[in-house]
């Protein structure tokens, strides 16, 4: 008896001070992340950043590992381009210099905003960049003075997982608090929806599908809701097309089409669109014309009640037709096939190197599909044109958080550019693209030499 009391007790303990921040509770996650904010909220701006560059440096000797875990556990888009985005999650995430003190009404008013935090924040990540969002989450969230509690995709949990215990393990060995990005071992709805509950969590920030976003939404805290995009990219005749080609295949191929902000659908001026095609099957992108095969995709990629197939979402090209009975080079990136609007694979966010292409006659027709297309999103549009009319005109009708002129749509996240990035962007609430900033308080001091006699 005495044998077995013994581990049952140290059990109790271990789930209570957590695994370098990785618990068998959401309960002793969030109370763990609680205590850590008390005490993080006496660190300065500066101290703030030493503990998230400790973490930062940690992490970049740990790249290739995080990459190569996320594609065995998750088995969707392609190691080389998660090494970019942990990158890019790492080195373009800004940190404390986000912050400042913001003068409220002009200078020497008697009265100045400070940002201040939240408290333990819970952060829902997403399957497709699930070490991505954490990494950018627990910088932005750690530099307005917040903690922040993990609720991953369980198709991502042992990357997830590993990923919080490295920044706890390396902002302990940089002598910060413990416990200031945390998580659970076997992340679920039930554990989601405790933590949505929770009243130790101040604000939720829901980064995935529709779906999640709009449970995150009637939690009744504050919330960012960074939900699906499906981004239309338009070509008209005006643009450079060899280059539009090239741009489009490099973004719809880009860790095979995962990307929220990645090109879902091409919508092309007819007069310039076989020349389009022409110079995206140089690129690497193949298309099929043949009915009876486009039908056998159909049928394996969209389920009979309409629903994506998601066995195949990030998959390799070759893969997909490989399974519909077509062998191709490995090398080819994208398939594309010529749809009408209402296809499926147009309507739909597929997350597959596979890209709908529809003519149509004029600009205004191909405004008005992406806008069709996009489905109020707010999320992500590109357009390759010369013509700053014909710009000004997509990106005002179809206002989307993101818009990339004559670039691959990663360009939107910092990818190739001097931006900044983030993994989390915020369109249905409106947030846009989430930085420190996002996740902190603005509070008001007034001098008593301000106020009026
Ligand atoms: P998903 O919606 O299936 O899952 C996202 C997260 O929500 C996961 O942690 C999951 O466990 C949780 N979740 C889902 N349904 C839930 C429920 N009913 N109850 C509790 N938790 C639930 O998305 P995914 O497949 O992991 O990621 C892809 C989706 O995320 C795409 O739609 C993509 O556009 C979107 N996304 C958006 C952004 C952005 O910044 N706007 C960034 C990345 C991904």
Redesign the pocket.
């Known amino acids: 008896m005495m044998i077995i009391k013994r581990p049952l007790e140290s059990v109790v303990v271990i789930d209570r001070q957590g695994d370098m921040g990785v618990f068998d509770t959401m309960n002793d996650a969030i109370e763990s992340a609680h205590i850590a904010q008390k005490e993080y909220s006496k660190y300065n701006i500066s101290k703030r950043e030493e503990i998230i560059e400790s973490f930062k440096n940690e992490l970049r000797n740990h790249i290739e590992e995080l990459s190569m875990m996320t594609y065995n556990e998750t088995g969707m888009g392609r190691y080389e381009d998660k090494i970019l985005k942990n990158k890019l999650a790492l080195d373009k995430t800004p940190g404390v210099e986000d912050l400042n003190i913001i003068d409220s009404e002009g200078n020497n008013n008697g009265s100045f905003y400070e940002l201040a935090p939240f408290g333990v924040i819970g952060a829902?990540?997403?399957?497709?960049?699930p070490t991505e969002?954490i990494i950018n989450n627990s910088i932005s969230m750690l530099a307005s003075g917040n903690t922040v509690v993990f609720?991953?995709?369980?198709g991502a949990k042992k990357v997830s997982s590993y990923t919080v215990q490295l920044i706890n393990s390396a902002i302990i060995k940089a002598g910060g608090p413990k416990n200031l990005v945390v998580t659970i071992k076997e992340?679920s709805?039930n554990n989601?929806?405790i933590m949505l509950k929770h009243e130790k969590v101040i604000m939720i920030c829901?980064?995935?599908?529709?779906?999640?976003v709009k449970?995150a939404l009637s939690s009744g805290k504050k919330t960012i809701g960074?939900?699906?995009?499906n981004p239309p990219v338009i070509v008209d005749e005006t643009a450079d097309i060899e280059k539009a080609a090239k741009d489009i295949i490099d973004g719809c191929s880009f860790d095979n089409n995962l990307?929220?902000i990645a090109e879902k659908e091409i919508i092309v001026i007819n007069k310039v669109a076989n020349d389009l095609k022409k110079h995206m099957s140089k690129n690497l992108a193949l298309e099929i014309k043949d009915k009876e095969i486009l039908k056998r995709l159909e049928r394996l990629l969209i389920t009979k009640n309409g629903t994506l197939n998601k066995k195949y979402v990030g998959k390799n090209a070759d893969y997909i037709m490989n399974s519909v009975g077509v062998k191709i080079d490995s090398n080819i990136k994208v398939i594309f096939v010529e749809v009408d609007k209402n296809h499926l694979f147009a309507q739909k966010?597929l997350?597959m190197p596979i890209l709908p292409l529809i003519r149509v006659l004029n600009i205004d027709e191909a405004i008005k599909v992406a806008v069709e297309l996009e489905h109020g999103n707010k999320?992500t549009a590109i357009m390759h044109s010369r013509s700053s009319e014909n710009l000004n005109k997509f990106t005002q009708a179809i206002d989307t958080t993101i818009f990339v002129k004559n670039a691959p749509s990663y360009a939107g996240i910092g990818y190739g550019t001097k931006c900044t990035s983030t993994?989390?962007?915020?369109?249905p609430t409106g947030e846009g693209l989430t930085t420190a900033k996002t996740f902190a308080r603005k509070k008001k001091c007034v001098y008593a030499d301000s106020i009026a006699n």
């Open positions: 829902i990540a997403p399957s497709t960049n969002t609720s991953p995709h369980p992340p709805t989601t929806n829901a980064t995935g599908g529709q779906n999640i449970i960074a939900g699906a995009g990307p929220c966010e997350m999320h993994f989390t962007i915020a369109g």
